[in-house]
């Protein structure tokens, strides 16, 4: 199977809300409460051409994830952070039906990957639920290391919910 990363198109965007809404109550316990707007087509439009923008802005990056040419899932680098941090967040989603194929991991590799080679940033960081096995999973197949767990994170589903944070650092030297 291969995986592969990509940025998205306006013809993506009917199939990415497909898939976000298939995934509606899996994608749930780890996202803030959406409005009904997020799910549709137009909405993800607008999503994926906000992305040029930011991503020219140097403010974040959106990716398809997709398994031998199929939409399977998203991944993205949000709060580009430069100066003395040179620092992003990462996150990312897989269609429920092809998960524990390997598909996050090798994702990931490459969203790494850009985030170090091509932006030159020194850090990526995620920030996983306690109770989130599979993504600690991914991570730790990346070389994340937990450094920290932060109380009343993020405003998850309506509450604010701690969260352990990871890193990985940049193996080039000097980056
Ligand atoms: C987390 C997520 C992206 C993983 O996608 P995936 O393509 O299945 O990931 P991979 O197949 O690369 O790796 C998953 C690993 O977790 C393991 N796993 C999955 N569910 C598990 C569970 N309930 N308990 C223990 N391990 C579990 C798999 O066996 C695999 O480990 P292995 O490679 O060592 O065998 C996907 O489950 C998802 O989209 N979840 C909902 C959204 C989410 O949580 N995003 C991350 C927010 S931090």
């Excluded at 607008?46 to 040029?52: E, K």
Aim: glycine share 8%.
């Amino acid at each position: 199977m291969a995986v592969t990363i990509r940025q998205g198109n306006d013809v993506d965007a009917e199939r990415l809300s497909e898939l976000l809404v298939r995934n509606r109550t899996y994608f749930s316990t780890g996202q803030p409460a959406l409005p009904e707007e997020y799910y549709t087509t137009a909405h993800q439009a607008r999503v994926i051409r906000a992305d040029a923008e930011s991503r020219a802005a140097d403010r974040s990056a959106l990716f398809l994830i997709e398994a031998d040419g199929v939409l399977v899932g998203r991944a993205n680098l949000s709060a580009i952070i430069r100066g003395a941090f040179q620092s992003a967040s990462i996150g990312y989603l897989v269609d429920e039906e092809h998960t524990g194929r390997g598909i996050a991991t090798a994702a990931l590799r490459q969203l790494t990957g850009y985030a170090f080679d091509d932006l030159g940033l020194h850090r990526l960081q995620a920030e996983v639920l306690p109770d989130n096995v599979a993504s600690k999973r991914v991570l730790s197949h990346l070389g994340f290391c937990h450094y920290g767990t932060a109380p009343h994170y993020l405003r998850i589903q309506g509450r604010w919910q701690t969260h352990d944070l990871y890193q990985l650092i940049n193996p080039a030297p000097e980056s």
